[in-house]
């Protein structure tokens, strides 16, 4: 009988622990920024370890379109879909490109990107130009991919970090590399990792196995000189040629557009995906960061 009653008392305290912690999961709490559809969260992209190879289909639409979500979204989710989406907007601005141009001492001023960069609403770039450049390109889908995942939510940043991401200095004039958050996207380098991964821990390193569509890439080239894009795949033509797709401003689009290159080009790359967006509110504008990272080599 004693054994009775304790097996029910044991029992209705088991009860009572799984009714608490369900009823803890039930009502956690769901404010979080990156909410999607039906209040469902939207994470950082997942990956199952293995190369992404796109299909010759995933190719038609050639250099410039805007179906980049439609497209490359079936191969990811999470925060990736956001930043899919944002190319398509980026895009949308210039369909033909909109003009590659860069050049530090140009009078007007270069210019990142062609159109008035904006985040909740605050202005972050006002163009002099209607170009832009591989690093102001990627920004910019990265900017509006933060409009896209909090477009539901009524968030303001406080100006620190509001002004560590402007591109340009308060008086209009150019924003130089290494400062505050757009100046170290900028950078030479791994401009990327300087700023997602070290400086304000938005983003983590991917190995470039894993990479998937809506990743941000650093690539260096073997002749010199390196490229800001967001990647999109890996491919292998029939001749058994292994190359990557990506998305970015290049002379070969004239501005915004996808670009098709070989692997033996690459020396080496850097592959960052967004996985904590909400630090962008708390971001320490002070953070120093190592510039001498290194990348991964491309082995196939």
């Not at 909740?120 to 006002?126: G, I, P, R, S």
């Not at 402007?166 to 757009?182: I, L």
């Not at 190995?207 to 569509?213: G, T, V």
């Not at 630090?279 to 990272?293: A, G, I, Q, S």
Request: aromatic residues 12%; hydrophobic residues 35%.
């Amino acid at each position: 009988m004693n054994q009775m009653t304790e097996y029910k008392k044991d029992y209705k305290m088991g009860k009572g622990i799984l009714i608490s912690i369900l009823f803890l999961f039930l009502t956690m709490d769901s404010s979080c920024s990156d909410s999607g559809k039906n209040g469902q969260k939207i994470k950082m992209t997942i990956d199952n370890g293995t190369r992404l190879i796109l299909k010759e289909s995933d190719l038609q639409m050639g250099s410039h379109h805007m179906k980049h979500r439609e497209i490359f979204g079936k191969y990811v989710n999470g925060y990736n879909l956001k930043i899919l989406e944002a190319i398509d907007i980026v895009q949308a601005t210039a369909p033909d490109g909109g003009g590659y141009f860069a050049s530090i001492k140009a009078d007007p001023p270069e210019a990142p990107v062609g159109y008035p960069l904006r985040l909740f609403n605050e202005v972050l770039f006002k163009p002099q130009r209607s170009t832009s450049y591989c690093s102001g390109s990627t920004y910019a889908a990265f900017i509006e991919g933060l409009n896209l995942l909090y477009q539901d939510k009524k968030v303001k940043l406080d100006y620190p970090q509001y002004e560590a991401l402007c591109m340009q200095e308060p008086d209009g004039g150019r924003r130089e590399d290494t400062v505050k958050f757009w100046g170290k996207w900028n950078d030479d380098g791994y401009g990327n990792h300087f700023a997602l991964v070290q400086y304000s821990h938005m983003g983590k390193r991917i190995h470039p196995l894993n990479a998937r569509p809506g990743d941000f890439m650093n690539i260096s080239w073997i002749n010199g000189g390196g490229h800001s894009v967001i990647f999109l795949g890996w491919y292998q033509d029939k001749r058994d040629r292994k190359k990557v797709l990506y998305w970015s401003s290049q002379t070969r689009t004239d501005g915004f557009g996808d670009e098709l290159v070989s692997l033996d080009k690459i020396r080496e790359v850097m592959v960052v995906r967004l996985s904590n967006p909400d630090n962008l509110f708390t971001f320490n504008v002070e953070t120093k960061v190592n510039r001498t990272v290194k990348g991964d080599k491309l082995i196939w």
